[in-house]
């Protein structure tokens, strides 16, 4: 059974721009959750997605977006680049209701100049 | 009120010793507390999680211990080897509604051989 996927693995972006990161989840998982990764902040929650909805958010400005289509693969958006954004960027699926489900992908690699 | 609490920042065994690393909560309203485990490049793992009904859950060499009252749960690691060496996160969450984790800092532990 494949695992969590997420593209791209490693991104260079600059200031102001904008961002897109994709993340598939493992089939039958319709639950997407993302976190941000920094050695400063560790592990923080950004959104939880199930069935097209955002059912969970976190503590993140506007610039912090995502969505879910109805195969169940996630993207996250984040506009207006700042330096701060540099972070690995976690996508993990789960099975509704099933927390010991909750496999985490390799991450995305997000470096802001 | 949402905050995890961990410690040791880092910890350094050795081989064939016991680790433990402690955490601790304030949101008694969290009902499943899981410990991931991160090696460098990957995403979290996860080792074994406990819900607050139990006071103690093991599996092979890792133990949770969990005291309610006291609002900490801690991880001990039996026997540890050189493998082990990676980042631990506890975490917690309310599982009534979706996945949405408040982990802990992190504790980088070291096992020498």
């Known amino acids: 059974k494949a695992g969590v996927t997420q593209t791209p693995r490693y991104l260079i972006k600059t200031r102001g721009q904008q961002v897109t990161l994709s993340c598939s989840p493992i089939?039958?998982?319709?639950?997407v959750s993302w976190y941000q990764q920094t050695p400063g902040q560790g592990l923080q929650f950004l959104f939880e997605?199930?069935?097209?909805?955002?059912?969970n958010k976190g503590n993140f400005p506007g610039r912090f977006s995502g969505r879910q289509f109805s195969n169940s693969r996630s993207e996250m958006n984040v506009s207006t680049l700042e330096l701060g954004d540099s972070a690995l960027y976690l996508c993990?699926?789960?099975?509704?209701?099933?927390?010991?489900?909750?496999?985490f992908g390799p991450g995305t690699r997000l470096t802001v100049l | 009120q949402q905050q995890v609490k961990q410690s040791p920042q880092s910890l350094i065994v050795q081989k064939g010793g016991i680790s433990i690393i402690n955490c601790a909560y304030e949101?008694?309203?969290?009902?499943?507390f899981p410990w991931y485990q991160q090696f460098p490049g990957k995403g979290p793992a996860l080792l074994i999680a406990?819900?607050?009904?139990?006071s103690e859950k093991k599996e092979g060499r890792f133990t949770i211990s969990f005291n309610k009252s006291a609002k900490q749960f801690s991880l001990h690691i039996m026997d540890s080897q050189p493998g082990d060496s990676a980042t631990y996160f506890c975490?917690?969450?309310?599982?009534?509604?979706?996945?949405?984790?408040?982990f802990g800092p992190g504790t980088r532990l070291s096992v020498l051989p």
């Open positions: 993990a699926s789960s099975l509704e209701g099933s927390p010991d489900t909750q496999y």
């Open positions: 089939s039958g998982h319709r639950s």
């Open positions: 997605y199930f069935s097209e909805t955002q059912r």
């Open positions: 949101n008694t309203a969290f009902d499943y």
């Open positions: 406990i819900r607050p009904d139990v």
């Open positions: 975490a917690a969450s309310m599982n009534n509604y979706g996945q949405n984790f408040v």
